[in-house]
């Protein structure tokens, strides 16, 4: 009797051991800048995805945005790719090809020029000149995607955030790459995981192991089943 309540305790106190290194080796995590994320992601830090997999864009304010797992209900604001402004300028060009001056988004962004002396987009637009070079290095990059000049899965990584229900969401670098991609049919996009949500991490420390072991295989567990097409079924809603 003796010597299994020993046995008993030495096995509670492993399990505590263990639940108190994964402790510290979350908090250490939740504390690791996101520019660092390969140091714990490995093999999953960069991804290749199909870009209609990535659910939607996001942003992550200060001073979340400099961590690699960023708190808050970002993954849950999350806005549709398609409702993007940057989305609907690359329809547009794709639509227009160079005739864009005539398409109403042009006149829209020509219009606020005009008014305020600026624009802001990615960078800071000032004159017609500078919008009209905007737009060539947008229909630049279209083409270049088109034409398989540049392959969007060896291209610069798209730079993207998992939430807490692992889905993935456009966050950071590569919105134009990404929306020219969906508008294009591409099959396959470059992605950098940039910013995990707490409960995805507690999510793989409840798997056990070592923590970044663990978190891999949570990502690559959720990532994979983003890649399933949907069933007849799940379509319908049944």
Do not use: F
Not at 42 to 59: D, F, K
Request: aromatic residues 2%.
């Amino acid at each position: 009797m003796k010597r299994h309540a020993e046995a008993a305790a030495g096995a509670l106190a492993a399990a505590g051991a263990r639940l108190r290194c994964r402790s510290v080796a979350t908090a250490a995590l939740r504390a690791l800048p996101r520019a660092q994320a390969h140091r714990v992601l490995g093999p999953v830090a960069e991804l290749r995805l199909n870009p209609m997999q990535i659910a939607g864009e996001t942003r992550i304010g200060a001073p979340a945005k400099r961590l690699l797992v960023a708190g808050g209900d970002w993954d849950l604001a999350a806005e549709p790719i398609e409702a993007t402004a940057t989305h609907r300028l690359m329809e547009m060009l794709i639509q227009y090809r160079g005739r864009y001056a005539e398409s109403a988004v042009y006149k829209e962004m020509a219009g606020r020029i005009a008014a305020r002396g600026r624009l802001k987009t990615n960078i800071e637009l000032r004159s017609l000149e500078e919008l009209n070079a905007y737009m060539a290095s947008r229909l630049a990059l279209i083409e270049e995607l088109e034409t398989g000049r540049l392959h969007a899965a060896v291209a610069d990584p798209v730079g993207v955030a998992l939430g807490r229900s692992g889905r993935v969401l456009r966050c950071g670098d590569g919105r134009h790459r990404l929306s020219a991609a969906r508008l294009l049919g591409l099959t396959e996009v470059t992605v950098r995981v940039e910013h995990l949500h707490p409960e995805l991490v507690a999510a793989a420390a409840r798997r056990g192991g070592r923590l970044p072991q663990a978190l891999q295989a949570e990502i690559s567990e959720h990532t994979q089943a983003q890649l399933t097409p949907p069933t007849a079924g799940e379509l319908l809603g049944e």
